[in-house]
């Protein structure tokens, strides 16, 4: 018996309709990557497992496609890219104009539960900005990431982005009496917040950061309203007046961009919570129906821990798979209907080596076209060439080959008129 071989769970098939779909998101992601001067660049899929732990920690082991290769050496299928780039440019980087803009859209794998939005492999568009720590960059990647789903068709009434600044959250804290020692656990409790009972929320902020209700109250209060009532409240401290003025500078960049409208400050945003260093962001899509399609933020110390120099620097990454379901709910996705430029159709064999030979012109021009692969009556042509999506239908017969020429069929109307061959090829009309 033939065996049956099913898709691993939480892998896809492209078949020509998705791989459409797939291809389209691609040329927009780079497209947009390289009106704003960035390289595109890769690595391989199969990295180091140690350069993973050292970002994200032995936790992160249970979430990777990792084994020991042949060589004895602990490996991993590759779960971001941010540390490759990082590895790349650790070796590199000192001998490269700053800053540098770099793109790439790699296939990604983590071995995790799947659910909707969330799957064993994916592809990223990947995008930053290294070496450089004007406030600038900042909105520069924030910009290209909205400019990346505009050009898809999503408007501002399709998506946001969420702002934030760590530094700021970081200010807030000690403003209120929170020290370094429990700041990780304290914006441990703030990614939650919007996902938790308020109650719950103070009594985490107490219990695990050690602050007083009244100070948990406060920071609640803050996190629920906007820059406003953050320097109305603490006009004494310069620590949060000058992250807060970075903040103010990097949304008065977007909106100068015309991307205000896609903005919005929620200081409840924090994101890696070991990882990022300042200004972060997730994109979600307004009715909040699937996860976060994008995200990114500022990373200044991630080049130290894989041996590099001390670099700043600034990114994102935005996944297919949410993308994907929400350009097809908003029906943006491309027309993946088949179609070609030409069909052949040769009445009998002995037209067939002329049909060949314009076929092959025609492709060397850069026109798509096809023909039957054997003989057949030329209604059976045309069906074919009815079902492959032909535009024209050029039909050689033994009368018009002699006179150097062939009936040219327009598939849609149904006009038929006669051509010269030559002319055919050489004005392609």
Known sequence: MAKGFRRLPGFRDFAPEDFAARAHVFEVWRRVSRCYGFAEYDGPPLEPLDLYVEKSGREIVGQLYSFRDKGERDVSLRPEMTPSLARILAERSRSLPKPIRWFSVPQLFRYERQQRGRLREHFQWNVDIVGEEAVAADAEILAVALDGLRELGLTDTDVRARVSDRRLLTALLR???????????????????????????????????????????????????????????????????????????????????????????????????????????????????????????????????????????????????????????????????????????????????????????????????????????????????????????????????????????????????????????????
């Open 175 to 429: 403003a209120l009496g929170v020290g370094e020692a429990q700041t990780l656990d304290a914006f441990t409790v703030i990614d939650k917040l919007e996902f938790e009972d308020p109650e719950r929320s103070r009594e985490r902020l107490a219990n695990e950061v050690g602050m007083s209700p009244e100070g948990a109250a406060e920071l609640l209060s803050l996190l629920a309203g906007g820059l406003g009532d953050v320097s109305a409240r603490f006009p004494g401290r310069a620590d949060v007046t000058e992250a807060e003025a970075r903040l103010r500078e990097y949304v008065a960049m977007l909106e100068a961009m015309g991307l205000g409208a896609y903005v919005e400050l929620d200081l409840r945003i924090v994101r890696g919570l070991a990882y990022y260093t300042g200004i972060v962001f997730e994109i979600f899509d307004r009715r909040r129906g699937l996860r976060a399609i994008c995200g990114g933020g500022r990373y200044d110390r991630l080049f130290e821990l894989v041996g590099g120099s001390p670099l700043p620097a600034v990114g994102f990454g935005m996944g297919d798979v949410v993308l994907t379901e929400l350009l097809r709910e908003h029906a943006l996705l491309p027309d993946a209907t088949r179609s070609v430029d030409y069909y052949v159709v040769p009445v009998s064999a002995e037209e067939r080596p002329r049909a060949l030979e314009l076929a092959h012109a025609l492709r060397v021009r850069g026109r798509s076209v096809t023909y039957s692969l054997r003989q057949q009556s030329v209604g059976k042509q045309f069906k074919m060439a009815a079902a492959q999506g032909a535009r024209r239908v050029i039909v050689l017969g033994p009368a018009e080959l002699e006179r150097g020429m062939a009936v040219l069929r327009d598939m849609t109307s149904g006009e038929e008129c006669d051509v010269d061959l030559e002319e055919l090829v050489e004005d392609d009309r």
